[in-house]
C-alpha cells in the first residue's frame, strides 16, 4: 500500500505524490519552565501544562508527470493560509491542525520525470480523534467519557436558559433571546452564529470548563438540550 494525506481537504495522491511516514510517530516537548532558587538543589517546575509545536516532516515522492505534478502540489499547498486539517494513512482515525512551511525543494531523476522531496508541516502538539467530532446529545443527567489522558476542551450548543452542569464546572445561560448558544471552550468564546453571545454565559470556575480522563456527570437544569463535541485528543 502507497501512503498518502490529505490536507485542507485535498487528497495528495491528485498530485501523484505519495508519502513515508517515519515522523508521524513523534510526540511534541513539553514547555517547562525551571526555576533555580538561591540556596536551593535542584529546580521548582513554574508552567507545566504547555505544550510545544512539532515539526513534522514526509519524506514524499511522485512518479507520473512529474512537471506538471509539482507546479499544482507547489500552488495548493502555498496557498493554504493557517492551520488546516491534516489526516494520513498512518493514523486514520485522527488528524492534527497543520500549516505547510516549506521550502519544497526536490530532488529529480529518470530525466525529470520523477522525483523525492520532503514536505513540512508545522503541527500543534495535538493528534485529535475524529471520535470525538462526533456530537453526543444529553436532555437528562448522564455520563461523558473520556477515552484519553488529556483535559478536552468541548464545543457545546446549549438551548434554552439555565445551567449546565460538567462534573464540579457549570455554564449558566440568562436572559438569551436565542433558541440556542454555542459555546467553544477552547476560544473561550460564546456565540450565535456571529453575534458575539458572552453577556448572556456565565462559568463558574476561572476557566471554561473542560472534560477531564474517565467518567464526567453531565446535569441540566432549565437546559433543555446540550450537544457536546468533546474534542477528544492525545499526542
Not at 508521524?24 to 508552567?47: E, H, K, M, W
Not at 433571546?177 to 453571545?197: E, H, K, Q, S, V
Amino acid at each position: 500500500m502507497r501512503n498518502y494525506f490529505t490536507f485542507n481537504g485535498k487528497d495528495c495522491r491528485d498530485f501523484g505524490v505519495y508519502i513515508s511516514g517515519q515522523g508521524t510517530f513523534s510526540a511534541p516537548s513539553r514547555g517547562y519552565d525551571f526555576i533555580q532558587v538561591p540556596g536551593r538543589n535542584g529546580d521548582l517546575i513554574g508552567n507545566e501544562r504547555r505544550l510545544e509545536n512539532l515539526e513534522l516532516t514526509y519524506p514524499a515522492f511522485v512518479y507520473v508527470d512529474y512537471k506538471t505534478s509539482m507546479r499544482g502540489l507547489r500552488s495548493f499547498l502555498l496557498s493554504q493560509i493557517g492551520y488546516k486539517r491534516l489526516i494520513d494513512t498512518y493514523h486514520p482515525d485522527e488528524y492534527r491542525l497543520a500549516c505547510f512551511v516549506g521550502p519544497l525543494e526536490t530532488e529529480t531523476m529518470n530525466n525529470n520525470k520523477a522525483g523525492n522531496f520532503d514536505l513540512v508541516f508545522m503541527c500543534k502538539p495535538q493528534r485529535y480523534l475524529l471520535s470525538g467530532d462526533e456530537v453526543q446529545t444529553f436532555t437528562a443527567a448522564d455520563t461523558i467519557r473520556n477515552p484519553t489522558l488529556f483535559d478536552a476542551r468541548p464545543l457545546i450548543r446549549v438551548y434554552g436558559n439555565g445551567t449546565l452542569g460538567l462534573g464540579d464546572e457549570y455554564i449558566t445561560i440568562a436572559n438569551s433571546p436565542y433558541d440556542y448558544i454555542d459555546i467553544d471552550c477552547d476560544l473561550m468564546d460564546a456565540f450565535r452564529g456571529a453575534t458575539n453571545c458572552n453577556q448572556y454565559v456565565t462559568v463558574s470556575g476561572n476557566d471554561f470548563p473542560v472534560i477531564p480522563p474517565d467518567e464526567t456527570g453531565i446535569s441540566l437544569s432549565g437546559i433543555t438540550r446540550a450537544d457536546i463535541t468533546p474534542r477528544w485528543w492525545q499526542v
